[in-house]
């Protein structure tokens, strides 16, 4: 019920509402909820509200992700939790970490992982070399077919612009990204 609440609120708009209702849902969940659930829902919630608390319930979350995807799209949101903090050096890292631990075989999540990865680094001068070589040695065609080809017509269009775009207005392309990818805890 209160999980219904807070996703309500969510929906309306009121980010504070729906960290105040998932707060109390994690201190009441009943036996049958997911830890992970609550925490991820409040970490993305306290997020939407541009609240630092984000980082503290999305790390809680990454801990317990039950599964590689659900992993990977809770720590896409940590990573922009961490890059809204100006905190990009980490938050690169976090994503290289989640690259690392992929299976093999994962090409969706890792496209997903590597467009997050290219505009972070897009948005650190010392990075931005990197970001269009990993674009470029992973996804040479310029006309990508399959479920994630608008994301990556989309990513290499704008490692290939190179405008100096400011970090901050990368952070929110990446936000942009991450409403198409799936709240964490429903991927």
Request: charged content about 20%; aromatic content about 2%; glycine content about 8%.
């Amino acid at each position: 019920m209160l999980r219904g609440a807070a996703r309500q609120a969510l929906t309306d708009g009121r980010a504070d509402r729906s960290v105040l209702l998932l707060r109390r849902a994690l201190r009441e969940q009943a036996p049958h909820t997911r830890e992970y659930d609550l925490l991820a829902e409040l970490g993305a919630a306290a997020l939407s509200a541009g609240s630092p608390e984000a980082l503290v319930h999305l790390r809680q979350a990454l801990e317990k992700a039950p599964t590689p995807a659900t992993r990977v799209a809770t720590g896409l949101h940590y990573a922009h939790a961490l890059a809204r903090e100006h905190r990009h050096p980490a938050a690169l890292s976090l994503l290289g970490e989640l690259a690392a631990s992929l299976p093999a075989g994962d090409e969706r999540l890792r496209t997903r992982l590597d467009a997050v990865t290219a505009l972070l680094s897009l948005g650190q001068v010392e990075t931005r070399a990197g970001a269009r070589a990993l674009v470029h040695s992973r996804y040479p065609a310029r006309n990508a077919s399959g479920p994630d080809a608008t994301l990556l017509r989309a990513l290499r269009l704008v490692v290939d612009r190179d405008n100096g775009a400011t970090a901050s207005t990368l952070v929110r392309q990446v936000g942009s990204m991450l409403r198409i990818t799936g709240s964490p805890s429903t991927g």
